[in-house]
């Protein structure tokens, strides 16, 4: 290995597990995005050993509920004391400890904002089951990123909330063996306590992060208090040079959405000039810049010299548009009197329709006397919500005013769909291949932004947009969601599905694409954008046994009617 | 089995049974401390200075203040008179609007306390029961008793609700909302309880955009909607960044730093209340705000209204006692953004529409 030891990912893993051991909840939580495998564990073995014996560390199951999550009613406990007692839930146990989150990419939006406010506030409140509490619940997360696809990142709000992000996927086997940087907690909580403050830190780590295009106000913060545990760290009483380097290297590299420009000074704006010093202060400014340029993830620059942006942990990424509060089969909304055998019994409202009876009833003081009556069971609501998936052909025979106007149909809809609370996803289909732009999502900001970076031309691969329609249709079935998908086409496909031209072999793939969407029975339209009707696109509307619309004029209101004429059939 | 007022007035004196209830351990960050956010600081202010304007929904980026803003608002508040002991802390003033309880009390004369304005979380995970009341299951179990233990929406009346991440509140608890928000009063109809109360609040949400939008009914209760960005100017973070250490290192310190200006802002707060019954809207203004909305093609006369009140409440906030176009020029964007038609094939945002129209109709 020719790099020293102090320069690897999992150097810096380390370092970051004893800075967040110093202080989970002032990090507020480390993104750990790496698989299920050694490093991972033994990273948080190295976590565990770090932190004092005692601390609690729960772990968060994915699919939680907000009794489990904040605190419920203790009912054993309630029924023995004659009075309401609370069951503190998860976030309040880990109070002053760290809460593991498992498969962090796939918590719903709802459950991610509570713990966010959690995170905020050091505490939880409860108002649930006739409790009222506020527990103290301050924590640090590690939340486990294992998203495999671009889409599946950790919630941004927790993402945003967490200090230090770390990817341990390319850590070997080799590397775990080396030392890591050791905690001495005494003496790093007694530096801690008489920090010195330095004001310039607080500007150079702000134009750092400014540099590097993070735009949340959190970063710099965060990264202040990383710069200060790392200081403690060293055993130091003052924020150094070396410490501001590891908080740039560990908080706000991870975060860049592009890599500083090149004579950065330059960028400053005229007002830095209220800072003192500043052209000393800008060697300084380089250095530390420097270790955040070097820690900035691998392949980035590659990217943004591809034109694209960076791997999905912008702020505008995460499945937070895509979670749902909601659970599967339907939400509970209070009670109603009922058999059990035919629905999840309501067991705090059970209760409370018997107490007020007991003493008529002749209970005995620690007896509780049931009457059939009693009985409540949960009230769920179960509206089936319909996902449109757009599949628009975004090829160069698809002319370019089409796609234009595709594009007013699909804002049209969604200003709709968001009336109705239903959701919209889009794909396109041009070159070789198909990609989601959109992912189910009802927010009209995300929508637009996807709608305005669409581009047109090159071939059309419809049976890889037929197929990417399918699988996205799947998966929103899975949800407990109705997927309707849109096509936009004129049905000339030229492009098969191993990406070779040729349009016989195109035309044969996506009639069989379309078939395998049929066999799923996926409500399907199909809008045939060409100038005048094609036999093709009629032929694969059969296929897909989808309604077949030719709109020579198509105009983005009347596609939007069309389209909801298609969703309103299908109740 | 009726609810019997003393049952009532009982629950009210008892200390909670519940353990651990303790205040926040980080105290607040003072209001007067806020960096920039101009637009929000003033929607909260106005709200403060007249709550009949309807609330303030504050929507915006990660990471901008939005319910540290929301939380500073409380402690600024200056206290209010309220009748001791009433579990909605009933104003004396306006018999009115009296609980059923202090109704009953009424002949006897009420006892009157100083107590601080309410400002209720309702956090997102709360159920029905504790946001509307329900019965005291406690007192049920123990002693068989039937008594309504008010809710949040009862602890919430003559001060302010707050949901954070109102986007992702659930639907069911919306409705309830949309209900007792338009009407002022929550009824409870369930255990065998039938119980009304006084529930007049002013509504506080917060949000982030990308985490889904708001449902068009509840967006319309909010009378004025304010959006939070980032700033991106270095000076303006460096100082965001600065005093928000400055105060996480020694929030007592901080507090009394700035002691002094909330001070200062408390007072301005108080005297723009005493001056907004003799603020003078005049006709041209009444006017000019007619025309806006109609340039704007606003549904129904709450916008008008609330732009109206808005700019009262602005003017008065600023020492004036007249409201001129200034001021409806300051407000409009809060009032009005919300209001808008929704034309989703215009790429500008509400805002910049509601900016073009005033320029079309002021000049």
């Known amino acids: 290995m020719s790099t020293p030891a102090e320069d690897t990912v999992w150097f810096h893993a380390g370092l970051a597990a004893a800075l967040f051991a110093l202080d989970p909840a002032g990090c507020g939580g480390v993104v750990l995005r790496a698989r299920p495998g050694p490093a991972r564990e033994a990273w948080l073995t190295r976590l565990r050993a770090l932190l004092p014996a005692q601390t609690p560390m729960p772990r968060l199951t994915a699919g939680i509920g907000d009794e489990n999550l904040l605190g419920g009613l203790d009912l054993p406990a309630t029924l023995r004391a004659g009075h309401a007692v609370l069951r503190p839930g998860l976030l309040a146990q880990a109070d002053g400890g760290v809460v593991i989150v498992p498969m962090a990419e796939r918590l719903t939006a709802g459950t991610a904002v509570r713990i966010a406010q959690a995170l905020d506030t050091g505490e939880v409140e409860i108002a649930r089951d006739g409790l009222a509490a506020r527990l103290p619940a301050r924590c640090g997360l590690v939340l486990l990123d294992e998203g495999e696809e671009a889409d599946e990142a950790v919630s941004a709000a927790l993402a945003d909330r967490a200090a230090l992000w770390l990817d341990l996927d390319t850590v070997r086997l080799p590397d775990l063996a080396a030392p890591l940087p050791d905690l001495d907690r005494e003496a790093a909580r007694a530096c801690l306590d008489g920090m010195t403050c330095d004001e310039e830190a607080v500007g150079r780590l702000c134009r750092i992060a400014l540099a590097l295009g993070i735009a949340s106000l959190r970063a710099p913060v965060l990264a202040l208090r990383v710069a200060r545990l790392h200081a403690a760290l060293g055993g130091r009483r003052a924020v150094a040079e070396d410490d501001l380097a590891a908080a740039a290297a560990l908080v706000l590299a991870p975060r860049a959405l592009h890599r500083p420009a090149e004579p950065e000074p330059a960028e400053t704006p005229p007002e830095s000039e209220t800072e003192p010093a500043a052209g000393e202060g800008m060697a300084a400014q380089d250095r530390v810049l420097a270790a955040a340029a070097a820690a900035l993830p691998a392949g980035l620059l590659a990217r943004l010299l591809a034109g694209q942006g960076p791997r999905a942990r912008a702020p505008s990424a995460g499945r937070a548009g895509a979670a749902s509060a909601q659970p599967r089969r339907g939400r509970p909304v209070g009670a109603r009197p009922g058999d059990p055998r035919r629905g999840r019994l309501a067991l705090v409202e059970t209760l409370r329709a018997a107490a007020p009876w007991q003493r008529l009833r002749g209970a005995s003081p620690g007896r509780i006397l049931m009457r059939p009556e009693d009985i409540r069971i949960r009230r769920l609501v179960q509206r089936t919500e319909t996902t449109t998936v757009f599949a628009v052909d975004a090829s160069g025979s698809a002319a370019l005013e089409r796609l234009a106007e595709a594009k007013g149909a699909v804002e049209l809809l969604l200003a709709e769909c968001y009336v109705r609370r239903d959701r919209v996803a889009l794909i396109a289909f041009r070159g070789r291949e198909a990609d989601l732009l959109l992912p189910p999502t009802r927010s009209l900001v995300r929508a637009k932004r996807a709608l305005a970076a669409l581009p047109g031309g090159g071939g059309t691969p419809l049976a890889a947009g037929l197929d990417a329609a399918a699988a996205l249709a799947e998966g929103i079935r899975r949800g407990g969601r109705t997927p309707v998908v849109v096509l936009l086409t004129d049905g000339r496909a030229n492009v098969s599905r191993s990406g070779a031209p040729g349009r016989a072999e195109a035309a044969q793939d996506a009639l069989a694409a379309a078939k395998a969407l049929a066999a799923y029975g996926t409500r399907a339209l199909l809008i045939d954008t060409a100038s005048l009707p094609q036999e093709s696109a009629r032929r694969l509307a059969a296929a897909m046994a989808a309604h077949y619309l030719p709109m020579p004029q198509a105009d983005a209101a009347q596609l939007s009617r069309a389209v909801r004429r298609e969703t309103a059939a299908r109740g | ?363």
């Open chain 2, 1 to 363: 089995m009726a609810l019997t007022q003393s049952a009532l007035s009982r629950r009210a004196l008892k200390p909670d049974p519940l353990p651990a209830i303790r205040a926040p351990a980080t105290g607040t960050y003072p209001f007067a401390a806020i960096v920039g956010q101009d637009e929000m600081r003033r929607a909260l202010l106005i709200a403060a200075i007249d709550p009949s304007v309807g609330g303030v929904l504050v929507f915006g980026d990660r990471g901008t203040g939005k319910s540290t803003a929301v939380r500073a608002l409380a402690a600024l508040l200056p206290p209010m008179r309220a009748v001791a002991g009433c579990p909605y802390a009933c104003d004396p003033a306006e018999t009115a609007g009296l609980c059923a309880t202090c109704q009953a009390r009424l002949p006897h004369g009420l006892p009157v306390q100083a107590v601080p304005v309410p400002v209720v979380d309702l956090p997102l995970g709360a159920t029905e029961d504790r946001v509307v009341g329900a019965l005291d299951i406690g007192r049920a179990l123990a002693a068989g008793e039937k008594a309504f233990e008010p809710g949040l929406l009862a602890r919430a009346n003559r001060g302010f609700l707050y949901i954070d991440e109102v986007n992702l509140l659930e639907d069911h608890l919306v409705d309830l909302l949309l209900d007792v928000a338009a009407s002022g009063v929550n009824t409870v109809e369930r255990e065998g309880l039938s119980v009304r109360h006084p529930a007049r609040f002013v509504l506080v949400g917060s949000g982030n955009p990308e985490e889904g939008e708001l449902r068009p009914q509840l967006l319309d209760r909010f009378g004025l909607a304010v959006e939070v960005t980032t700033p991106t100017d270095l000076p303006t973070r460096i100082e965001i960044v600065r005093r928000r250490d400055a105060y996480e290192r020694d929030a007592a310190g901080f507090g009394a730093a700035w002691a002094g200006e909330e001070r200062a802002l408390r007072e301005t707060i108080l005297a723009a209340r005493d001056r907004l019954g003799g603020v003078v809207v005049p006709d041209a203004a009444l006017e000019a705000a007619a025309r806006l909305c109609l340039a704007l093609g606003t549904d129904g006369l709450r916008g008008e209204l609330t732009l109206m009140r808005a700019a009262r409440a602005l003017a008065s906030l600023e020492g004036q006692r007249r409201v001129t176009t200034d001021h409806l020029r300051g407000v409009a964007p809060a009032a009005l953004r919300h209001r808008l038609r929704r034309n989703p094939l215009d790429e500008a945002g509400s805002g910049a529409r509601v900016a073009r129209a005033l320029d079309e109709v002021f000049g």
